[in-house]
């Protein structure tokens, strides 16, 4: 298992951002070890950015929201985790990718704004662009829903032999916040049960013999609507964090035509979304 989680990048708005999403990267940081970077990425005409002074000005007004976000959301008890100060004028989402290059980001977390009517609305053009383009896993968290601790992960899982390296990862990110991993596949109308249940039993088979996965990951098949039968299952199940596999790196979330798409719509939980392609570069 190979999920090494050693920096976290947190972009922040504004000084009263959406708190939980830097709870649950506090969450992570503590568990991991990992570095969390705090960014901030502000807005000059081209005129004000060859202005030293200007610069300089909304330079220093950028690092004092970010030491004001810092000072009022982090708790005592983790003040000894590592966390660093980045800001700089440029566009936002370029900004954001750039960072996630230099930096060898592993993790981004990111709030949603706006209603949920569409996609674009709901996460913010911003983090539907990382979504889309960076080649690492972005956690979304939804401003409306609560920080909880992470005790159970959902895996949504179409049993393809490339998710068993997500899987593991998922297993890795579950045993060090000692959590439980369900990988569930919802039946859909073009899908034979005896092979969906086949697969289930070949991938399930590989975790059976130790004791200490096979107590902490499970498998589920479900019939029903896509998405109506994932959220059920979530609140039901008492699901603290979905995850779910973008299949291809071409594939844009605003089409709404994979279960990463569909998902994003309907669960009030944060979503992990994976990338096939992840890749360094």
Not at 24 to 34: I, K, Q, S
Not at 267 to 280: E, G, Q, S, T
């Amino acid at each position: 298992m190979n999920m090494h989680i050693k920096k976290i990048l947190v972009p922040i708005d504004c000084a009263d951002d959406n708190q939980n999403m830097y709870h649950y990267a506090l969450d992570l940081a503590r568990v991991t070890g990992a570095e969390i970077i705090l960014f901030h990425v502000f807005g000059l005409s081209r005129n004000e950015i060859n202005d030293r002074t200007r610069l300089n000005e909304v330079g220093v007004w950028s690092l004092d929201l970010l030491e004001e976000f810092q000072n009022d959301n982090t708790p005592e008890a983790l003040s000894d985790i590592s966390i660093s100060l980045v800001t700089e004028p440029g566009l936002t989402a370029n900004s954001i990718l750039k960072m996630i290059r230099d930096e060898a980001i592993d993790l981004v977390v990111m709030g949603t704004h706006g209603d949920q009517k569409a996609v674009e609305a709901y996460f913010g053009s911003t983090t539907l662009r990382l979504i889309n383009e960076a080649v690492i896993p972005i956690l979304v968290v939804p401003e409306d829903v609560p920080h909880h601790p992470i005790d159970h992960i959902l895996y949504t899982i179409n049993f393809e032999f490339r998710e068993l390296k997500v899987v593991r990862q998922l297993l890795d990110l579950a045993l060090i916040l000692h959590a439980k991993l369900t990988c569930l596949h919802v039946l859909e109308d073009n899908e034979n049960l005896n092979d969906i249940q086949e697969n289930m039993d070949i991938l399930s088979s590989i975790f059976r013999d130790n004791a200490l996965l096979r107590e902490r990951i499970s498998f589920d098949l479900r019939v029903g609507p896509l998405k109506t039968t994932i959220a059920q299952y979530a609140n039901r199940e008492g699901i603290d964090l979905v995850a779910t596999r973008l299949k291809n790196p071409g594939w844009k979330v605003r089409t709404l035509d994979s279960v990463s798409g569909k998902l994003i719509r309907k669960i009030d939980k944060p979503i992990l979304v994976w990338k096939d392609n992840r890749r360094r570069g």
